[in-house]
């Protein structure tokens, strides 16, 4: 599924002619766009490796795994409003809010944990609903509607959270999603069915196409594609064995990735969120509901967003009034965008998600490792967000002249 | 959706019958401006209407009315003989009226397939899936139906094809409906000598499997080239109806323009010597 980002420009042109000079070329003009993240990610991570040799270290990576789950799925759902060509800027208070939603009611109303987290995704979803029919229904700005969010869902969170400001949450399903980690042999099978997932699709989707006498592209690009997950599925299965297992986060992340962006990519549902972002006029002549759209995935942003409050309070055990604070919006947004995601509309996938927190999570972890102090943390995130940005416009750029050239 | 234009040649086989569109004194203002005025027009079946006209003419109206996005005021509607609505996009749509707007509506981010299927996007039988590989199929199908040869595959994003290109895949996504009424509004305005010639080409695909056209243009050239009669609107009324083989572009120019022969050259105290 990771290859979803190639797909609409695999077969260009110059697809018979699969050479690395083509592929070089699509890399020059924005297209594999996850391949450039994992160029960038293999940099950060020689970088850090250099600097200190415990950056690569099983435990590290191990610890970098679980501290990106609750990013990686927040970003999920930016991901999903940036396709829309809009934006959420509520998702990390929203984030805090859902898990301190949860947290008062399990502790201190001892409703069962597992219901807790369905009540918290459940405020997500509705706050979502919310914004996006502010939105849809008054044509506001989706940056003004969620910015009035950002502040005002603030102010729910220190109100839910009362007088104390701090819910610590003792051991229950909600500190095991993060806790729980898979023995050495269950990470292998889960590995192994992953990869043979994987595999069949490609090769079924491949057959599907060979018997409606299409062109199915050849067969070692898909070879290709396949080795590349698979070994990246080995490769950190084995390294998280050699700490103390897969986690049950990181299983819950890459799950939420394979289902949305199936949505996104092979859904009626997902093809008109894309419709709606790139061209919204044409996407309502062709019968699309754009509003129901909007609504839609400003609901599932906040669900989604919710979800990673919850990741993030189970690893941390507790909720307090900085939940969902900080610089957690701005690294959930910057995430997508540094992997390839358009700030502009339209252009994106759902594994930029995951690719973006790894860069900036391996950025803040390596920092961390190294002891730098906040001043230059802050400022070289800030610098990596606005290279990324930079480049994404530069590539639209590009697109605009190469088009009307 | 059936696989194969099956409508298209049904409505081709009885070109004899009543008109495909008939209307009759339609008319439309806006506030105090009488847009259209007392419009008739007949089109049938594997016919090419020139709608021309000025600028403020009426000719994007009279398309709006048709296509039932800006309904009409007054005036009726007959197809096949019988009396019809077309007060909604729908209502236009289910009597097998297809509309090509100038701007063409494409999305640029999604490649020509998704573009073909845009809102009609075929399923595969799961909740909301899509069936790619039949969609893929359709759209090559359609674009073979039009001779488009230039786009080299189907999987191309909008944004990288020519303004000749985008136009054939707005022409296609038309025929995704199998229409029996195409109206286009200025399909050759934008574009270079080549490419005009090929949507003419594509037209005169469109006539030749039974559909009736209507195309706006502002070129004689391409009206006279591709239609088999021409209607001339002017300040919302029909300001004549000619055959392409017995009239003169002159003719047709005057019409346009309100000027008869000779009749308007009245001196003026203001003409200066």
Redo the contacts between chains.
Sequence with gaps: MSTTAEA??????E?ETFSIGAALRRLGRGELGSVRVLIGIAVIWTIFQLANDRFLSAINLSNLTLQIAATATISIGVVLVLLLGEIDLSVGIVSGLAAAVMAVLSVQHGLAPELAIVAALVVGALIGCFQGLMVTAFGIPSFVVTLAGLLGWQGVLLWVLGDTGSINLPPSTITDLTGTFFDPVVGWVIAIAAIAAYAASLLLARR??V?????PGPLASVALRIALVAAAIVAAVAILNADRGVPLAALIVVVLMVVFSFITE????G??I??V???A???R????RISRIRVSVFALASALAAAGGVLAASRLLSVNQQSGGSDLLLLAIAGPVVAGTSLF???GFVWSALLGAIVIGSISNGMDLLGLDSDVKFMITGAVLLGAVTIDAATRLR?QT??SG | MSQSPGPVEASGAEPLAEPLLALKGYSKSFGAVDALKEVDLELRGGEVIGLVGDNGAGKSTLIKAIAGVQPADRGEAWSDGRRVRLGSPQEATSLGIATVYQDLALCENLDVVANLFLGQELGNGGPGVLDETAMERRSMELLGLLGVTTIRTVRTDVERLSGGQRQAVAIARSLLGEPRIVLLDEPTAALGVIQTRQILAMIKRLRERGLGVIVISHNLADVFAVADRVAVLRLGRTAGDFEVGSASQEEIVAAITGAEFGSDARPTEETPL
Excluded at chain 1, 8 to 13: D, F, H, L, W, Y
Excluded at chain 1, 266 to 269: E, I, K, S, V
């Design positions: 609409p420009a695999a077969p260009e042109a697809r599907r196409r018997a409606a006498e299409l062109d092979r859904t009626r549902y093809r008109h894309f419709a972002g790139g061209n006029e044409a996407a002549r062709a019968g699309i509309g339209g252009r697109r190469a088009t």
